[in-house]
């Protein structure tokens, strides 16, 4: 409870209102300080790609697991990287049902945690000009979530290509504006600091504790923008790449954004300008025409299928798409070589999957997931069953991939061990 001597709410919101104004606010990370880095680790970036309608499972899964296995429907269009990845079947959260549980896909058993991204973003943030990144291709989704950060607070998304591409490699006039916002701000942070220390001796112990709380997310907010202008300091990145005239937002135009996206994305891991990336694959009731023929009903609506043949005929249509430009992506991490000189793929760990298992019923069991590149030993179809008393969780693999981005884990959420690839 405050003192009400010399102290009204209003002084109080004052000071507060300084830093609420800053820019650049929405992924700041909050560090104490800088973690140490494991200079060994296998792989050292992470992608995460979730489609928010999920696979046609017996069009994505293989019907033999092991290395011998046979290419399924979907994985016709990514079979010349065979060997840089590996399928699972049977792993979940064992998290509730629904698309207000499609937020688990990352968090685990319990939705809003800490995100398998964001954990690694807080390891390797600081490393690069962008901490990490979300985006959204075919709108913006009004419940999921994909990437949360340790206080449960989850990041907002990037759907325009051209906001992503200024972010990433801006011009020296964008650079110049930059500076001077995070000069700006600097000075407002000054201020907010000086009115929280002379608050902090007419306040309530009690009071003295939330002050404390709030002076210190004031001080990392200050050490973000810092190491921000170090890396303004080294100037434009320069990348042979020209954007289109428009951005693809509408959800109409979702396959033409995750082109774009895609190839944003790699030139972003090539230049080192962010080690930590979400992509979510929206699905709204936008209806396709693909090869000429226009799908019979909208995307979400296909996903509800009921078992229809002939809707599942061209839902199969839609994720096929998706399956073709994931290949492309792999195949610019196939080409493209990181600073050392070492293929992006097998420096960085892609995690592509869902959030949800089975749309036609609303079931987020047995979510298909494929990991590509990273290091590890890839070329099969790992097949878990999920009623078995020592089955694996999907946890179990986060916990691997954190493992070999040398992140020190022996958990995450309801999972406790380790899984082999």
Known sequence: MLYKDNLTRRNFLKAGSVCLALPMLESFAEEKKLPRVN??????????????????????????????????????????????????????????????????????????????????????????????????????????????????????????????????????????????????????????IAETKSLANKVSSDDKKKLAEYYNSVREVEKRMERQQKYLKKGPVKVDYKLPPYDPVAPSLMLESQEIMYDLMALALQTDTTRVMTLFLAGLGQVFTLDGYTLQAGYHALSHHGNDPDMIRDLVKVESEHMKRFNKFLNHLNEKKDANGQRLLDSTVVLFGTGMGDASVHSNKDLPTLVAGGGFKHGKHIKTNAKAKDAHLLGDLYITILNQLGVEANSFANAKRKMEI
């Open 39 to 192: 200079k060994n680790a296998k792989a050292k970036r992470l992608v995460c790609i979730g489609s928010n309608l999920g696979y046609y499972r017996k069009a994505f899964y293989p019907k033999e697991a092991g290395a011998n296995y046979k290419a399924s429907t979907l994985l016709k269009f990514t079979d010349s990287h065979r060997k840089d990845y590996t399928v699972f079947s049977g792993l979940d959260h064992r998290a509730g049902n629904g698309h207000g549980n499609w937020d688990n896909f990352l968090c685990g058993n319990v939705k809003g945690k800490h995100t398998l991204d964001q954990i690694v973003a807080d390891k390797v943030g600081h490393l690069t000009k962008i901490p990490s990144v979300q985006l959204c291709s075919g709108g913006l989704p009004g419940i999921q979530k994909v990437s949360y950060t340790k206080r449960g607070i989850p990041l907002p998304m990037t759907d325009r290509p051209s906001v992503l591409y200024k972010k990433m490699f801006s011009s020296k006039a964008d650079i110049a504006r930059t500076e001077y916002l995070i000069k700006s701000g600097k000075s407002s942070l000054d201020a907010v």
